[in-house]
């Protein structure tokens, strides 16, 4: 089973995945992510009654993309954070250029906001968990 997504990590994936709706639509954007069109539609709308984590987190791997121009390649975002961030690679060279450059990149982790435009989404799955977790 997969671990829950924080907050942020479902903020962006709901932000990321609104983003690419409006870009192309459901069907295009289910088929990119591999879901169904049903599925997608479920999750955007809010309405999808199991756990959303799967879909959110295939959403993140396969939308959550930078540009790295060191690599000239687009990245995944967590690549591209755990390079910025992670410890600094005396031991290979080729590894500790990147890093470098990482350094003053306009793709810096800390330079590009972690929160996507779209407004926090509160699914309706959660809303009923929450509800069923409160005491009158």
Same mark, same amino acid.
């Given at each position: 089973?997969?671990?829950?997504?924080?907050?942020?990590?479902?903020?962006? $994936?709901?932000? @990321?995945?609104? $983003?690419?709706?409006?870009?192309?639509?459901?069907?295009?954007?289910?088929?990119?992510?591999?879901? /169904?069109?049903? =599925?997608?539609?479920? *999750?955007?709308?809010?309405?999808?009654?199991?756990?959303?984590?799967?879909? @959110?987190? &295939?959403?993140?791997?396969? @939308?959550?993309?930078?540009? !790295?121009?060191? @690599?000239?390649?687009?990245?995944?975002? /967590?690549?591209?954070?755990?390079?910025?961030?992670?410890?600094?690679? =005396?031991?290979?060279?080729?590894?500790?250029?990147?890093?470098?450059? !990482?350094?003053? !990149?306009?793709?810096?982790? /800390?330079?590009?906001?972690?929160?996507?435009?779209? &407004?926090? *989404?509160?699914?309706?799955?959660?809303?009923?968990?929450?509800?069923?977790?409160? =005491?009158?």
């Amino acid at each position: 089973m997969s671990s829950p997504l924080t907050a942020t990590e479902r903020t962006r $994936a709901m932000g @990321l995945l609104r $983003a690419e709706v409006e870009r192309t639509d459901i069907a295009k954007t289910a088929r990119h992510i591999g879901y /169904s069109r049903a =599925t997608t539609s479920l *999750v955007f709308n809010g309405e999808y009654k199991a756990s959303s984590v799967h879909v @959110l987190t &295939k959403v993140l791997a396969t @939308l959550d993309r930078i540009a !790295c121009p060191y @690599l000239g390649a687009e990245v995944e975002a /967590s690549y591209c954070q755990d390079t910025n961030t992670g410890p600094t690679p =005396t031991w290979d060279p080729s590894a500790l250029a990147q890093r470098r450059m !990482c350094q003053t !990149c306009v793709n810096k982790p /800390s330079a590009v906001s972690t929160q996507p435009s779209a &407004k926090p *989404v509160l699914l309706k799955a959660d809303k009923l968990n929450a509800n069923k977790g409160e =005491t009158s």
